[in-house]
């Protein structure tokens, strides 16, 4: 199921993680997250160093949906192992991909979408991001059922070895500051959207 087609539902069937705690079970938290500032600097207190949390451990669902709580980021949970959180332009898609489900994937698209003959325009945007931004490639995606372009962002990170609490949320809140940022540059100097 593509990720932008979500239902919020219960996801009251997953099993339990490695700490006996359910993957994200019915946790779908209303209303629009705060806009993320690509310029704040930090993480949260309670993400901060405990002997807990400096555990390196495998990266699940629930420490994602964990990590994001702490972050004040708002998402539902599809019950198929995703979480969306959602702006007032953007989503943002959090899932973990791979034989063993051991890369963490943040993916951004953008509500609006481009028109077909716009189509040389959007990959030169995407093109100039790519060549001038960090973390987030971006992509102009496959028509929509109407033939609109979608526009992405998309970060991946290798997680097989795991993560301390501190370094995924670190890189849970640089996903959803950039993801802000490459969508407000699209509306504004990209010209794009």
Not at 62 to 81: E, P, S
Request: hydrophobic content about 40%; aromatic content about 8%.
């Amino acid at each position: 199921m593509p990720w932008w087609s979500w239902r919020p539902g219960s996801a009251a069937g997953n099993p339990p993680d490695a700490d006996g705690d359910s993957a994200v079970r019915s946790t779908v938290r209303v209303g629009v997250p705060a806009q993320r500032e690509p310029s704040r600097t930090g993480i949260p207190a309670e993400a901060t160093k405990t002997e807990e949390s400096e555990q390196i451990s495998q990266v699940t669902l629930a420490r994602i949906g964990k990590a994001l709580d702490l972050l004040d980021i708002r998402f539902l949970a599809d019950g198929g192992g995703s979480l969306l959180a959602m702006w007032e332009r953007h989503a943002v898609l959090f899932t973990l991909e791979g034989p063993d489900d051991e890369i963490l994937v943040m993916r951004a698209r953008p509500h609006s979408t481009v028109p077909p003959d716009w189509a040389d325009r959007a990959y030169r945007v995407v093109n100039e991001w790519n060549h001038t931004r960090r973390f987030c490639k971006a992509y102009v995606g496959d028509p929509t059922e109407r033939g609109q372009l979608p526009i992405y962002a998309e970060l991946q990170v290798p997680l097989a070895a795991g993560a301390h609490d501190p370094l995924l949320v670190e890189m849970l809140d640089c996903g959803a500051a950039v993801a802000t940022s490459f969508v407000d540059w699209l509306h504004d100097e990209g010209a794009l959207l």
